[in-house]
């Protein structure tokens, strides 16, 4: 048995608890990795609260992981025990394929295609703060066919997804000009990541920017009243299901490992940088109060939990 934060009933974060959980049993072409960080996301309590997803319980959560390859099943052929990895390991494309062992665990099972080796420069915590945001920001991107040149409107620049949205706009696909907003407190920080030009949400309405743009990026689901800032027959592209803009083009993600292996230089020139909330990394001890903090909405990048248990014997 492992140590790791479940819940057997649906419900407010108070469901959960920690206590023993079995290890998880390879299958083909699987690694078993020992977490040393992980990153909550909203679809993490998004699953808790209902039922959306066909699935057992208990349940522990968690998509996001950095850590150290315990063990192999065979198949594999990428990897060697030791050696330093991330991803996202649950592919919510896929539902009937989701884990019940999420990454809130001392360790997890997880196919090898799903990884990628950690770049050196970072910490398990900045590297466990990346896959999922990262993997879904970039598709944003690719579901509108963006092109080197062109302008970017982000809608949520502050948030997990936002802060890379920005980061890639400027350094990975060659924008033109990049504004984002952001409450009023975070202006300076998202100008930081390189946008041009940050709009206070807080102050200004979709209605009073008269600056049109090529692209809207709407990373926080208002893409009924942001669209207005588009060209006309811009895309606009809304990441949460479904979009408040029926003409919107909804953006999900591709979750595999060769996405972070593509990314690896410029994590390793410091072009993009992972950003983690302020309050944290948390302790692993402090799931719940981690949870909490991310439902009121307000991290400023992405909510990170570390000091992992390392008590259990393979």
Not at 126 to 152: H, Y
Request: a negative charge.
């Amino acid at each position: 048995m492992q140590k790791a934060w479940f819940y057997e009933e649906y419900g407010p974060k108070e469901v959960l608890k920690m206590g023993d959980f079995p290890l998880p049993i390879l299958q083909q072409n699987q690694l078993l990795v020992q977490v040393r960080a992980a990153a909550l996301n909203p679809i993490d309590f998004k699953r808790r609260q209902l039922a959306i997803f066909a699935s057992g319980l208990p349940v522990v959560p968690g998509c996001d992981m950095a850590g150290i390859v315990a063990d192999m099943a065979p198949g594999v052929s990428k990897f060697k025990v030791g050696e330093e990895v991330y991803g996202n390991i649950q592919d919510f494309n896929v539902p009937e394929k989701l884990k019940q062992l999420g990454t809130l665990a001392e360790y997890v099972a997880v196919e090898e295609n799903l990884v990628a080796l950690k770049p050196d420069n970072l910490s398990f915590e900045e590297a466990g703060s990346l896959p999922l945001a990262l993997q879904t920001a970039l598709e944003g991107f690719e579901t509108a066919n963006f092109q080197a040149g062109r302008s970017v409107f982000i809608v949520g620049g502050a948030g997990g997804v936002g802060t890379l949205v920005v980061q890639l706009a400027k350094h990975y696909f060659g924008a033109s000009r990049v504004v984002a907003t952001c409450s009023s407190s975070k202006v300076e920080f998202v100008k930081s990541l390189g946008a041009d030009m940050v709009i206070d949400y807080t102050a200004t309405k979709y209605e009073e920017i008269t600056e049109k743009f090529d692209f809207v990026y709407d990373t926080i689901g208002e893409s009924k009243n942001s669209f207005v800032v588009a060209k006309e027959d811009a895309p606009v592209v809304d990441i949460t299901w479904p979009p408040t803009n029926p003409k919107a083009k909804f953006s999900s993600l591709t979750v595999r490992g060769d996405i972070l292996e593509r990314l690896r230089p410029y994590l390793e020139s410091g072009k993009i940088k992972a950003v983690i909330d302020p309050t944290g990394p948390y302790h692993f001890n402090d799931v719940i109060e981690a949870f909490r903090y991310l439902e009121t909405g307000r991290a400023r990048g992405k909510v990170v939990v570390s000091s992992f248990p390392s008590s259990t014997s393979l």
